[in-house]
């Protein structure tokens, strides 16, 4: 990929900039800022040399969101910045126009427009029409096939941004791991952890799975599941990962009666279950004791532990496996990279952000660049720097 080391010049020339604010708001305002600040340093980058910054992102999956208090809150991280409440058409374009060298204006949510999510080429061109040149700075949403991240960058010379650049050197490195090796995946949906699971397993000593998308293994290996959230995985193809010896499973869980699901003292209702002891009328919603001290004793043998994913139903609360996984990672000796919304809200939370060596800002995106050492964002700015 070419960096923004490559461009020649700056000064008053129009750059836009996919970048990653995507984050929480309620009540109009933000509640976490940790991706504006990872973006920082490229805006800031751009700015410093006199360029004119166009910021294009998304915030929520609805398409009708606005990023209104998103740019405000980026405007108390960085000084410059401004909202535009339009992303094309001539008002936009004049607003590009008018904008000041060393200015940064941050465009509406992209995601209202139709043409975003279907990698429209028509609407990739109104994108174009706003800059110059085009940087790329949001791994968190480049295993997309949107507009903004795959056509785009082929209509404008395109560019690599310091987030990104990070993002890829980190992960890369990842993927030859120095052993011994951890990889911990949590979360749900295993058809999206497949190939990361079966990538993994070929390049770590040991790999942990938990959370939700433990349960379609405990099922596929005969064990009794209750009502807990399961997949649509096939059971054969989870039985062929099951027999790899590096694969961890949790060996106790924490369970609650199903009829107790929608409690809001659900927790109260809780009991503490081996594996192989979960009644048919009761919910998996974290792992017990026993699994979270046999992953802390191994997390302080390893020199890489690499996580993905809560390890419990972290939005109901049950964070007991979540919390003892981070705090085991951050006493750690081991160089740690982890990444996933849940994953990151956990560091947060416990304030152990700065103990590990590098904090992904993508949760898909980082499973998709381990599986594959790549992503369309990616291959579509490499294709351009060979070409």
């Known amino acids: 990929m070419r960096t923004l080391t490559d461009i020649e010049v700056f000064e008053n020339v129009p750059i836009i900039v996919r970048a990653p604010l995507n984050e929480p708001v309620e009540n109009g305002v933000v ?18 040399r006199g360029a004119r910054v166009v910021v294009l992102s998304h915030v929520g999956e609805k398409g009708t969101e606005t990023l209104a208090p998103i740019a405000d809150a980026l405007g108390k991280l960085t000084p410059g910045v401004s909202f535009f409440p339009e992303t094309v058409g001539e008002r936009a374009r004049a607003a590009v126009r008018e904008l000041p060298p060393g200015r940064i204006l941050v465009m509406e949510n992209l995601r209202r427009y139709a043409g975003e999510t279907a990698n429209d080429p028509a609407f990739a061109k109104e994108l174009a029409a706003l800059g110059d040149i085009f940087i790329q700075d949001s791994f968190d949403t480049c295993h997309r096939m949107h507009a903004s991240i795959v056509a ?53 000593d040991q790999v942990f799975v938990g959370g939700a998308l433990a349960n379609d293994f405990l099922k596929a290996a005969g064990r009794e599941v209750g009502k807990s959230l399961v997949s649509d995985a096939d059971p054969v193809t989870v039985r062929h990962l099951i027999d790899d010896p590096k694969l961890m499973l949790p060996t106790d869980t924490l369970v609650i009666p199903a009829t107790e699901a929608d409690a809001l003292d659900a927790r109260a209702h809780a009991r503490v279950a081996p594996a192989t002891d ?21 997390a302080h043998k390893m020199k890489t532990i690499l996580w993905n994913g809560p390890l419990g139903n972290y939005e109901r609360g049950f964070v007991d496996g979540t919390d003892a996984f981070a705090q085991a990672v951050a006493e750690s000796t081991a160089h740690s990279v982890v990444g996933g919304g ?10 152990l952000m700065a103990r590990f060596s590098f904090v992904s800002t993508g949760g898909g995106a980082m499973l998709g660049f381990l599986a594959k050492g790549t992503l369309p964002g990616i291959e579509v700015l490499e294709a351009q720097a060979s070409a």
Do not use: C, M
């Not at 009328?281 to 191994?298: C, F, K, R, V, Y």
């Not at 990151?344 to 416990?350: D, H, N, R, Y």
């Open 152 to 204: 785009l960058p082929t209509l404008v010379p395109s560019y690599a941004g310091l987030l990104l650049e990070q993002e890829v050197s980190t992960l890369s490195a990842a993927r030859t791991p120095a052993h011994p090796a951890l990889a911990v995946i949590g979360g749900a949906k295993f058809h999206s952890k497949e190939a990361v699971l079966a990538a993994l397993l070929g390049r770590y």
């Open 31 to 48: 509640t976490d800022t940790y991706r504006l600040k990872r973006v920082v340093p490229t805006l800031r980058y751009l700015a410093d």
């Open 278 to 298: 979960v009644r048919p009328d009761e919910i998996i919603l974290d792992q017990g004791p026993a699994t979270n001290a046999a992953l802390a004793a191994l």
């Open 342 to 351: 849940d994953t990151v809200a956990s560091t947060e939370k416990l304030g």
